[in-house]
C-alpha cells in the first residue's frame, strides 16, 4: 500500500476548466507552506485585480487542494521549543 491513493473519483473532472488559476492557486499553496507572505499578497492582488467566474475560482481552490494533499518532506525544525 502507498501512500497516494491510485482510486480516482469520476464526478470530477481530472482537469481544471482554467489551467492559470489552477496554476496561482498551487503557487498560493506554497508560498503558504513556506510562510512568504510576500508571493501570497501579490498572488491576492492579481486574483483581486481580474474577474474571478466560479469555475476560476474552482480551479484555482483544486490547484491549491492538489498541492496541500502532497504530505511535506520534512518536519519544520523545533526551535527554542522543550520537547
Same mark, same amino acid.
Given at each position: 500500500?502507498? /501512500? /497516494? $491513493?491510485? &482510486?480516482? %473519483? @469520476?464526478?470530477?473532472? $481530472?482537469?481544471? $476548466? @482554467?489551467?492559470? *488559476?489552477?496554476?496561482?492557486?498551487? %503557487?498560493?499553496? =506554497?508560498? &503558504?507552506?513556506?510562510?512568504?507572505?510576500?508571493? *501570497? @499578497?501579490? =498572488?491576492?492582488?492579481?486574483?483581486? &485585480? $481580474?474577474?474571478?467566474?466560479?469555475? !476560476?475560482?474552482? +480551479? /484555482?481552490?483544486?490547484?491549491?487542494?492538489?498541492?496541500? !494533499?502532497?504530505?511535506?518532506?520534512? +518536519? &519544520?525544525?523545533?526551535? @527554542?521549543?522543550?520537547?
Amino acid at each position: 500500500m502507498g /501512500f /497516494f $491513493s491510485r &482510486k480516482t %473519483d @469520476n464526478s470530477e473532472p $481530472s482537469t481544471p $476548466s @482554467n489551467p492559470a *488559476m489552477a496554476e496561482l492557486g498551487r %503557487d498560493y499553496a =506554497i508560498a &503558504k507552506r513556506h510562510g512568504d507572505r510576500k508571493a *501570497m @499578497n501579490r =498572488i491576492t492582488r492579481e486574483i483581486g &485585480k $481580474s474577474r474571478v467566474t466560479d469555475a !476560476d475560482g474552482e +480551479s /484555482f481552490r483544486r490547484g491549491q487542494q492538489a498541492y496541500e !494533499d502532497v504530505p511535506p518532506a520534512y +518536519s &519544520k525544525p523545533r526551535r @527554542n521549543r522543550r520537547r
